[in-house]
């Protein structure tokens, strides 16, 4: 009866009487992270019902910021901006990613393994450069749009409207639907196909009958998700939005608040709170519209090897949908936007041949504060992806590892973040660094940067890594406890070698996150802690688009060279293993 206590899971470790080293590191994880998750929303939360900034004294609390946010404010309308924006991105990067999806991993494609990397790729690359190359091709004087006015004598679309700016952004948030859609495409079981194909079904009703109802889990995830991001992202709205007076909840908070002379805080913060209280809402709704996910399980212990699908001339129709989407979408655009980096004038009035020329780039390396810009955010990235990598798999640990009374809330304060726009991020981290003491010292220096970019990346570093731990058997924490060794000592020893490429990854995740982050830092920075993306955003205010291009395809360069290299390594490892 003992042993069958002993060898039970998942493993309980023996407590003794105090604070062990283990508990001291699991509070520790706890409160670090109450801490990071709480200081943006509590100031945001107070400020929101506090009749005056809340920093000075005798402030009285109230709903009359929220009164003046509907009435005065004019943010009705952008309520019905950001609703028809979500909505819009969210239709068309189903509308794009779904099918793709189904037919890179499901059917006999021509280039299916090139098709499926080059659906992943976009992903390092941030909206905001690629609302820069939409601009260079396909803005009212853009390269494409210049032709295609030429040849029909028309344009037939237009960027700066709800429309362009969702289509811009689905191309960019495509991706991720399709890495959801396609990873659940290739664990599911192909039984249900095969017996569809036995009982005389074709191609496309096996399709549509089959695996497109097994796909709603990942459909539901991604979309809540895509919302979510749709509502929180600045810099397709700021660039598309703002130039025509189109506004949504991102560009509201920052015409508002870092625009505006005199800023009205109270209205900051009642509209930050409803942003707030929207994403949390969508995360909640995603949890509880999944809750019965078993109903879609195709995996089972009999599960067969996938058939693919003979489409037919069909499949040179997806080819062809594809391959427009990679080409216009992503190639073209970010293609424009290297090549305006080369040269003087990026016009379809003259040969962009003739101005061929290097001064962008020597303009970002000959003045100071273009290239601190660029050694900013390769700290910010660096330093951050470690840290977050450490707290991620700390976080890990205690929440899937530990028989800690707080483990369920650890992880849901790790992954609570990603109801949390970067914007909201800012605002928030803002203000609890003015109210502190503390504060003061990291407040426009790239610690702030680096805590808020961080709390934006920890998510994805928990999410990294928990599926690793989660498929190393109990066995190893059992057998270690028997010998004597504690919570510590097991994950010392034992559980942090075996974890050793999950935190790689999670490395190379954070990095590329943290590479692209910027909203947080609309706030949080100032100029001496300037990083790229705001460096890209001043410039482009002031009409200078070659140095723009020249920082964006710098940031292309160096994401490209990290997870090349990154790549390179990981192989080299799992070969020596």
Not at 85 to 90: N, Q, R, V
Not at 129 to 135: M, S, T
Request: contains cysteine; proline residues 6%.
């Amino acid at each position: 009866m003992t042993r069958t206590t002993i060898t039970s899971s998942p493993p309980r470790y023996r407590r003794p009487l105090g604070l062990t080293r283990e508990s001291w590191l699991q509070y520790a994880v706890l409160l670090l992270l109450a801490v990071l998750v709480l200081a943006p929303v509590v100031p945001t939360l107070y400020q929101s019902f506090l009749d005056r900034p809340l920093y000075e004294a005798g402030g009285v609390l109230g709903l009359g910021n929220y009164a003046r946010l509907f009435t005065e404010a004019g943010f009705g309308r952008v309520v019905l901006n950001t609703a028809l924006f979500a909505a819009l991105t969210t239709l068309l990067s189903l509308l794009i990613a779904v099918p793709m999806a189904v037919v890179v991993v499901r059917t006999k494609l021509p280039g299916g393994r090139l098709f499926a990397a080059a659906m992943q790729w976009p992903f390092f690359i941030s909206s905001l450069i690629l609302g820069f190359g939409w601009i260079t091709m396909y803005g009212p004087a853009g390269f494409v749009s210049v032709e295609v006015r030429r040849v029909l004598g028309f344009l037939p679309w237009n960027l700066y409207s709800i429309p362009g700016m969702a289509l811009t952004e689905a191309v960019a948030l495509a991706p991720i639907v399709y890495t959801f859609c396609a990873n659940a495409l290739r664990q599911s079981d192909a039984s249900l196909e095969a017996a569809a194909q036995v009982c005389g079904a074709g191609p496309p009703r096996i399709l549509r009958s089959v695996i497109l109802p097994l796909l709603r889990p990942p459909v539901v995830y991604s979309s809540i998700l895509v919302v979510s991001m749709s509502v929180e992202t600045l810099s397709v709205p700021l660039l598309f939005g703002q130039p025509v007076g189109i506004d949504v909840f991102s560009t509201f908070l920052y015409r508002n608040g870092l625009q505006s002379i005199n800023p009205d805080y109270g209205v900051l913060g009642a509209a930050s709170a409803i942003i707030l209280l929207v994403t949390v809402s969508l995360v909640a709704l995603q949890a509880k519209l999944l809750k019965n996910a078993q109903r879609f399980v195709s995996v089972r212990g009999k599960a067969t090897r996938p058939r693919p699908l003979d489409l037919g001339r069909l499949k040179w129709i997806s080819v062809a949908a594809i391959a427009f989407y990679v080409v216009m979408g992503a190639l073209i655009p970010i293609g424009g936007l290297v090549f305006r980096s080369f040269t003087q004038v990026f016009t379809p009035l003259q040969s962009p041949f003739k101005t061929l020329t290097g001064d962008n780039y020597e303009r970002i390396f000959t003045y100071p504060v273009y290239v601190q810009s660029i050694v900013n955010s390769l700290l910010v990235a660096a330093i951050g992806a470690v840290l977050v990598s450490v707290l991620s798999l700390l976080a890990v640990m205690v929440a899937r590892r530990s028989t800690f009374r707080y483990a369920r809330a650890v992880e849901y304060l790790a992954l609570a973040p990603q109801a949390m726009p970067g914007i909201i991020v800012g605002i928030g981290l803002f203000w609890a660094l003015a109210l502190s003491g503390v504060g003061a010292l990291i407040q426009g220096t790239l610690w702030a940067l680096i805590i808020g970019f961080g709390l934006r990346a920890l998510p994805s570093g928990f999410g990294s890594i928990s599926p690793s731990i989660m498929q190393i058997g109990h066995e190893l924490d059992n057998a270690a406890r028997v010998s004597g060794a504690d919570w510590v000592r097991t994950f010392t020893r034992i559980l942090a070698s075996l974890l050793r490429p999950a935190f790689a990854g999670a490395l190379i995740l954070t990095f590329v996150t943290l590479l692209k982050e910027y909203s947080p830092a609309v706030f949080l920075g100032s100029a001496d802690s300037n990083i790229i993306g705001t460096t890209m955003l001043e410039l482009w205010v002031q009409g200078n688009t070659g140095s723009v291009a020249a920082l964006a395809s710098l940031q292309i360069a160096i994401t490209a060279t990290f997870v090349g290299l990154a790549g390179l390594l990981l192989k080299g490892r799992d070969k020596d293993a």
